[in-house]
């Protein structure tokens, strides 16, 4: 793929919230040149690990993870096409969870200390970074709250709608649906269900007409309802492109 089409989903996601200028996506461009294929299930960074280079999912689904003490997993966010997986890691340094591909996943690596120039240089740039790092702890305190305040079908709900604009953003919604390569036993990790309460509370978002739910893709059949239902509200998402 062409390096200019390959930090396409990233320029689509940044500029979603203020628009970049000609040279600035350049110096993207500049700083991303070495890819990476990762396999389903093989871990991108591992807790404890010191990574010197920052990563940009450019296909694909990943995931955040810790794991408790009896060795169960806790996945605890999502990561879509055009989002950086880790770089906070820039700045934190030492990695105090993992992140493994749910999906075969491609990415794209920056060495810190070209996120570091780049940053000092391009000012405008830094913001709409800080911006993306801001937005993953608003996702992650969605997160907090539909697991710990609403029902789990409006919980999946929730999830479900963030997916869908998100991946809207970056030009991966036809027809009202989109590629979801997660099994239900990946789903059960994120909402903390055995497998079989996730199964069920699928099929009551089925029942209820609000979704299709195939093999590797969602459908949505009624959005209105489907928002509703979630309680979900997108400013978190922070969506609108103004000055930053």
């Known amino acids: 793929m062409a390096q200019t089409d390959m930090i396409a989903p990233l320029l689509a996601n940044l500029e979603q919230r203020d628009r970049l200028s000609d040279a600035e996506k350049a110096s993207l461009r500049a700083i991303l040149t070495r890819e990476r294929r990762v396999a389903?299930?093989?871990?991108?960074?591992?807790?404890?690990d010191r990574p010197t280079t920052s990563s940009l999912l450019l296909e694909?689904?990943?995931?955040?993870?810790?794991?408790?003490?009896?060795?169960?997993r806790q996945l605890t966010s999502l990561h879509v096409p055009g989002e950086f997986i880790d770089l906070h890691a820039f700045l934190a340094k030492t990695m105090d969870h993992g992140i493994v591909a749910l999906s075969p996943c491609r990415i794209a690596m920056a060495e810190h200390s070209a996120m570091r120039d780049i940053t000092?240089?391009?000012?405008?740039?830094?913001?709409?970074?800080?911006?993306?790092?801001?937005?993953?702890?608003?996702?992650?305190?969605q997160w907090i709250?539909?697991?710990?305040?609403?029902s789990r079908a409006a919980h999946l709900s929730q999830i479900i709608c963030e997916l869908y604009m998100r991946l809207q953003i970056v030009d991966q919604i036809e027809d009202d649906s989109f590629h979801f390569p997660l099994s239900q036993l990946q789903m059960a990790d994120i909402m903390g269900l055995s497998l079989v309460h996730m199964n069920r509370v699928i099929q009551e978002l089925r029942a209820a007409g609000f979704i299709s739910w195939t093999r590797e893709r969602i459908a949505i059949h009624d959005w209105e309802r489907l928002k509703a239902f979630a309680g979900f509200d997108p400013t978190y998402l922070h969506l609108r492109s103004e000055p930053r």
């Open 40 to 48: 389903a299930q093989e871990d991108i960074v591992m807790e404890g």
């Open 145 to 150: 709250v539909a697991m710990g305040r609403r």
């Open 120 to 141: 000092e240089r391009t000012p405008h740039v830094a913001r709409l970074l800080w911006l993306d790092t801001l937005i993953q702890g608003a996702i992650s305190r």
């Open 60 to 72: 694909g689904f990943a995931a955040r993870y810790n794991m408790t003490g009896e060795g169960q």
